[in-house]
Structure formats: C-alpha cells, structure tokens
C-alpha cells in the first residue's frame, strides 16, 4: 500500500519540488496551503507522515505541531530556514521527530521521510508480534510489545522518537550508544548524525520518565562516550 504524506508549505515552488520527489519514490502526496488548512485535512485523512514549514501564515507550524500531538504519534519532519538552536530545540519539544533547514536538497529530505516512514512502521509491527514483554521497577514500568510506559503507576505518553530512544537503550542494558549511533538506529539516516536532535529528545524522555532528571538513573551519560540503561529493573 502506498504511503500518504501530508505536505504544509506556502512556498508553491517548494512544494511542486518536494512533492516530485516525493512521488518518485511511489509516495501519494497532499499539500496543504497554511497550518489550519493542513490541521484539517490531517483531521479528515490517514496520513503516515507530515511535513511543515515552521513559518506559516496564520498559524505556524509549532502551533500545528502541538495541536496534532494531542491525538497522534505520526512522524513529523519540520523544514524551516530558521536555524537557531532553541527554534530546532522548540520543534523537538513539541513533537517533531527531525527536521531540514532551508535551502536544502530534495534528497536528504526525501531520506529523511522514507527513514521516518520505515522506524514507524516497524514500531507498529514490532508491537504485534511482542505482546507480553515487561520490563519494571518500583518506579518506571515499560511493555516493551504494546508500547506503553507507566511512570509511577501512571501512564505516559512519548512521542514517537522518545519511545523508540528509551526501547533501543532498554533493550540492550548497560550498552552504551554514541549519539551518532542512536541517531542512524532511530533516524536510520547513515554520516549525518545531528547531536542537537538526540540529544533534545534525551533531554525530554528524561524529564518524562526519572524520578530525578538532573540525576538521571535510567538514562545515563557516559562522559565521553554517550548513553546506556541503567538496568536495575526486572524482565518477565
């Protein structure tokens, strides 16, 4: 079945270029305008990935963002000319998953959506086949087959790029992961590690899911190295 991406972009001559890339790669392709337009058509169709401009007319596309986390864990690829890092770091945090700063290629960003496109649908297929796996503590609890985490006996929602950071480090305790490496496993995206985007969503799970994020016990840092889990849990 073929992949249907959701494009926001005022830019038209930005859009008629992705959007031939895009379909070259068997991809079906909606545009949308403006952010309220694009939250609406998001509304009324099954999209397995969106791309948005940060800078929309009248709402921008942080705006969208956060309003479609609400209700859905669909990758999310901000393409912006903005490059400061805290404007990189906002869009993380509210749920994006990665991004491309204008003027880019079509083809990197065309990777990046079909590396988006392939991380979450093996999140989805890996979820039907490992329904029973449980990883706990007294603190974090995590169903590493039906993709939920319990944070002190409550549920808590990840975004997409969180999840799939705090089941790679889980599953492999005590291994420890460079940022570049992290980064072609979730991003699956090969030579073009970006530390801001790993390490943004590190920060965030680990505010989502310590008892003490500025001592982190689950998601440690190994100085110089990069990250492990610490495995004090239990596995059944």
Sequence with gaps: ???????????????DLVAIYLRREGLLVDIAPDAEQGL????RNDYDLLITDI??????GLQLVERIRRDSDVPIIFMTN?????DIV?????????????????????????????????????GKKE???????????????????????????LPAKELQLLLLLLEHPNQVFS?????????????????RTVMVHIH?????????????????????FGYKFGDTGKRS
């Design 1 to 15: 079945m073929n992949r249907k991406i959701l494009l926001i972009e005022d830019d038209a001559d930005i859009c």
């Design 204 to 224: 965030h799970l680990r505010k989502k899911i310590e008892r003490d994020a500025a001592k982190p016990a689950y998601i440690v840092t190994i100085r110089g």
């Design 82 to 86: 903005k490059k400061t890092s805290q």
């Design 55 to 60: 800078l929309l007319p009248r709402m921008d």
């Design 90 to 126: 906002n869009g993380l945090r509210l749920g994006g998953d990665d991004y491309v700063t204008k003027p880019f290629e079509p083809e990197v960003l065309v990777a990046r959506v079909l590396a988006g496109l392939r991380r979450y649908q093996a999140g989805r297929g890996k």
């Design 131 to 157: 329904e029973g796996k449980l990883w706990e503590d007294g603190w974090l609890k995590v169903h590493t087959g039906r993709l939920e985490v319990f944070v002190d006996n409550k549920p808590t929602t």
């Design 179 to 195: 940022v570049r490496q992290l980064y072609e496993k979730i991003w699956s995206l090969d030579g073009v590690s970006d530390e």
């Design 40 to 43: 609406d058509m998001f509304r």
